[in-house]
């Protein structure tokens, strides 16, 4: 068992983390920038200390700096958990060499399923289902042209070192396709460091389903039921249930991609918690779209409908222990959403709202957890992500979630400071949502604010 884990990162993700570590009996380092000395991870770890400004380049993202805070504190492990440096294999390597337990997939893996192409080819190969497109990068424009023809138009231009919706672009028509690669490559470069994209045929208003995985040191794989994240803007999530809505979701699907799941984290020696993402078109024939090799923002809803503590689950794996839970004991029970709580103001596009939380109220009873590092007088650093907190509900079925959501949210009071807590009401209310139909484009056809501005 590990006695002592810092945490890399900030926020919720970092309490979630320090009260697994509590109840496990590891104490705990929490890292912290300038712009965060106030913040509720610092004051809720054993020990604290500062490693760097405000700026992510500066703290979060400085490995040299993490890596001295652990080996002043005695820390043995680090748990990065999502964001920053959570997918970064150079950081998982380095851990490696100094000794210390990277709580998440050996950098190996992280490398190999970072690069999106290589990790598709290495799907297609093992007979997960993928979606048709280029055999890795592909630079060469009369080859993309001659590809794109083959595939039909629309086509997708995506980087291959890319996540979080950035570095995408959708091909109309081949007058579009050199210019839209030349942006998607400058874009990837920006935030990734590597400008190679591949291109894939686009599948028109799929489902995204991701499924949960376990995997431990022996050999063993489990995963745990599915998350629809189908709810996005921007390719972004906003929200997320689990399990996906009966109107979609069957038994049998919901086997074939937990198995095609399991089979993907063994191709690639997959270790600890981990979450393989697929898109599902009306026809039900889905494809392995990327494999997120840390704890996901979503990851409390499969708590909330499988009973199991995927942190500390983490943390027992990380720390040597055999994965005790068998795929026959996972049984999903009710059903649980998740709305992410921006600092945002969704009628002026949605732009960041950092500033001083005045007051702040959080919703709780039977079913009701919220996972925040937010609180009445906390200021919002304008440095970092704006969500400040996730909402989470569970009930006997979604009928009742559903319920349960529309009430919470109606409860959450944040003073100070604009949120997306109304416009997260207003989308539950839809009657897209409450039947369960609604797809990937769903937020990008329509328009949840238009009643505000009186608009049909």
């Excluded at 992280?110 to 280029?134: F, H, R, Y």
């Excluded at 490559?185 to 460091?193: K, M, P, S, T």
């Amino acid at each position: 068992m590990l006695k002592k884990v810092l945490i890399a990162n900030r926020g919720e993700i970092a309490v979630r983390v320090i009260r697994a570590c509590r109840e496990l009996g590891i104490k705990t380092v929490a890292v912290y920038s300038t712009a965060d000395k106030n913040a509720l991870h610092a004051m809720l770890a054993d020990e604290a200390v500062c490693i760097g400004g405000p700026q992510s380049k500066d703290s979060y993202l400085n490995v040299r700096a993490i890596i001295s805070a652990c080996e002043i504190t005695g820390a043995e492990a680090i748990h990065p958990g999502f964001g920053f440096l959570s997918e970064n294999p150079a950081f998982a390597r380095m851990c490696e060499k100094c000794g210390i337990v990277f709580i998440g997939p050996r950098a190996t893996s992280i490398e190999m399923l970072g690069d999106k192409a290589q990790a598709k080819e290495t799907m297609k190969e093992n007979g997960v289902p993928v979606i048709m497109g280029s055999d890795g990068a592909i630079s060469n424009i009369h080859a993309a042209k001659t590809l794109a023809r083959d595939l039909g138009y629309p086509v997708l231009v995506k980087a291959s070192a890319g996540g979080g919706g950035r570095g995408i672009r959708i091909v109309e028509s081949e007058e579009e396709l050199e210019p839209m690669m030349k942006a998607a490559r400058q874009e990837a470069l920006a935030c990734f460091g590597n400008d190679e994209v591949y291109i894939e045929k686009f599948i028109k208003d799929p489902k995204h389903i991701e499924i949960q995985i376990l995997a431990d040191d022996y050999g063993d794989v489990i995963y745990l039921g599915e998350r629809d994240c189908s709810m996005q803007r921007r390719r972004q999530k906003v929200l997320e249930e689990a399990p996906s809505p009966a109107s979609f979701m069957t038994e049998e699907l919901r086997a074939k991609m937990g198995r095609a799941a399991v089979t993907a984290a063994r191709v690639c020696g997959y270790r600890n918690a981990g979450t393989i993402e697929f898109l599902v078109d009306s026809n039900g024939d889905f494809y392995f779209m990327e494999m997120n090799t840390r704890i996901q923002v979503e990851h409390p809803i499969t708590e909330a409908v499988t009973g199991i503590d995927l942190v500390k689950q983490q943390l027992l794996i990380a720390g040597g222990e055999r994965l005790t839970i068998k795929q026959e004991d996972v049984k999903l029970t009710g059903h649980a959403i998740e709305c992410r709580i921006n600092a945002e103001d969704p009628a002026n596009d949605f732009r960041p709202s950092p500033g001083r939380i005045n007051s702040m109220f959080i919703p709780g009873g039977f079913g009701v957890r919220v996972d925040t590092a937010a609180y009445s007088g906390y200021e919002i650093p304008p440095y970092y992500d704006s969500m400040i907190g996730k909402l989470i509900v569970h009930g006997k079925n979604r009928e009742e979630a559903i319920a349960k959501m529309n009430w919470a949210l109606a409860e959450f009071i944040v003073d100070g400071v604009a949120t997306n807590v109304d416009f997260q009401l207003k989308l539950i209310r839809r009657p897209e949502f409450i039947d369960g139909n609604y797809d990937n484009g769903f937020l990008n056809r329509t328009d949840i604010l238009a009643d505000e501005r009186g608009e049909d």
